[in-house]
């Protein structure tokens, strides 16, 4: 069922990874292109604090919808491994499960907005205008919220079965349509942030039913087996339901461990104030973008990695993530001379607002420093997302995490502070007493005489 064919020699060259991996590389690189929109669109025509709304609203969906990212990232391993076993009836069981599971927290987050909203303007620091905004944006696009869940599992499926020009016909269906409306809505109709959020949640429907009847068609035309198009008895089963509830918890305690760096960021940014909320979150868009461009070659990998493992071939398991690690480390050394060439020119068109251009201007060289680490974490999640080795994954995020916000707390330690002047002081005498000791080493010893 795969585009290449889950067994061709070509997938295990270079060319043949790439051929998988460009259009998810494109549709990847159009995801953080929402966000980007959403800036562009309130960064011309509304204020600071709706800009900052923008970034907050955001920030919390980015919690509520990837927080259930192993609709996503599990059902591509589980279809993956179904298709290289060649068992069809068994990827749309997969997918009949997701899309249950999909559909029941779908409906939980609608009927729970309330609290949910309200315990997010408790965790996340902002001024009142601020938290004002993000309120509109949030009770707007969160009936969205069971298209949004619906559609991770679909194209999930997609990524499993190697479809990944589907896929990128329908990541630009949702963009462009998510655009079109949020211009629509927010810049000609004058609804501002809560525009924006009607034109996401729109575009989330529209997509979910154009994404359903693609894989619904592509199922139904390779479809070999006796089976029922939905074999009721292997979606309930019990033992692949518990098998996929462990993969999915543990793929869900990566991504809270994954985002609470995102969160820690905007949270320390709204401290300083609304125009650093503001300025920050430009540049997180365009970290998002290098990062959602390189998860091409992790989703590529995959969907490879997942029929190795169904086949039970170790030799392609080795060859697609060497060739895959090898695509993204060129692919990030060719963004980081895009983002120090033009780097301001990317602030300039997100906002016409001078003094978020002033205090974003200075955050390009940590910019160009993380996309080029980018490759060492992030494409390398595309072999360990597979249900077996979700556990792993999880480990290193939770160490990673736990890491930074030990050292975050330590240096907010006043005593800490004071202990760094003090050695930085000791070290500038000692440095300023070097050359004395160095000629010293130039006179004979007495002692030696």
């Avoid at 060719?334 to 780097?343: F, I, N, R, V």
Wanted: overall charge positive; hydrophobic content about 55%; aromatic content about 10%.
């Amino acid at each position: 069922m795969a585009e290449a064919g889950a067994d061709s020699g070509a997938e295990l060259t270079r060319v043949g990874v790439f051929r998988i991996a460009w259009p998810i590389i494109l549709a990847n690189a159009a995801v953080p292109l929402l966000g980007i929109a959403d800036t562009a669109v309130i960064g011309h025509t509304g204020t600071t604090s709706a800009l900052g709304a923008i970034a907050l609203g955001a920030l919390v969906f980015s919690f509520v919808y990837w927080s259930f990212g192993f609709l996503r990232m599990g059902t591509t391993g589980f279809v993956a491994q179904a298709e290289g076993a060649g068992d069809p009836a068994e990827v749309r069981a997969v997918l009949g499960r997701a899309l249950l599971l999909a559909a029941a927290i779908g409906v939980a987050l609608v009927l729970l907005q309330w609290p949910i909203a309200r315990g997010a303007w408790v965790v996340f620091s902002a001024s009142p205008d601020v938290e004002h905004e993000a309120a509109q944006y949030f009770a707007a696009r969160i009936w969205g919220a069971p298209a949004a869940l619906g559609t991770f599992a679909l194209m999930g499926t997609l990524i499993g079965l190697g479809k990944s020009r589907h896929l990128l016909a329908l990541q630009l269906l949702l963009n462009g349509l998510n655009i079109t409306l949020d211009v629509t809505f927010a810049g000609v109709f004058g609804w501002g942030v809560r525009g924006i959020g009607v034109g996401t949640a729109v575009a989330e429907w529209v997509t979910l039913l154009a994404a359903f009847l693609t894989v619904r068609h592509l199922l139904g035309a390779h479809r070999r087996d006796a089976e029922a198009f939905w074999p009721r008895a292997r979606i309930l089963d019990r033992g692949r339901l518990a098998e996929m509830f462990k993969a999915n918890a543990d793929i869900m305690i990566r991504t809270w461990f994954l985002l609470a760096g995102f969160a820690w960021f905007t949270d320390r940014s709204a401290k300083f104030g609304d125009l650093s909320l503001a300025a920050n979150h430009g540049l997180l868009e365009l970290v998002s973008f290098a990062a959602f461009f390189l998860d091409g070659y992790a989703f590529a990998a995959e969907s490879l990695v997942g029929r190795a493992i169904g086949a039970r071939s170790r030799r392609r398991f080795d060859i697609v993530t060497r060739r895959s690690s090898e695509l993204a480390l060129l692919t990030a050394c060719a963004l980081a001379a895009a983002c120090w060439l033009g780097g301001d020119v990317a602030v300039h068109w997100l906002t016409s607002i001078d003094d978020v251009r002033q205090e974003a201007a200075p955050g390009r060289a940590v910019y160009l420093a993380v996309v080029r680490r980018v490759p060492a974490g992030r494409h390398l999640c595309g072999g360990d997302a597979h249900p077996r080795h979700a556990q792993r994954l999880r480990g290193f995020h939770v160490c990673f995490r736990g890491c930074q916000l030990a050292i975050d707390a330590a240096l907010r330690q006043p005593r800490l502070v004071v202990g760094v002047h003090r050695l930085r002081g000791r070290a500038s005498r000692r440095a300023r007493r070097l050359p004395t000791g160095l000629a010293s080493l130039d006179r004979p010893s007495k002692r030696l005489l």
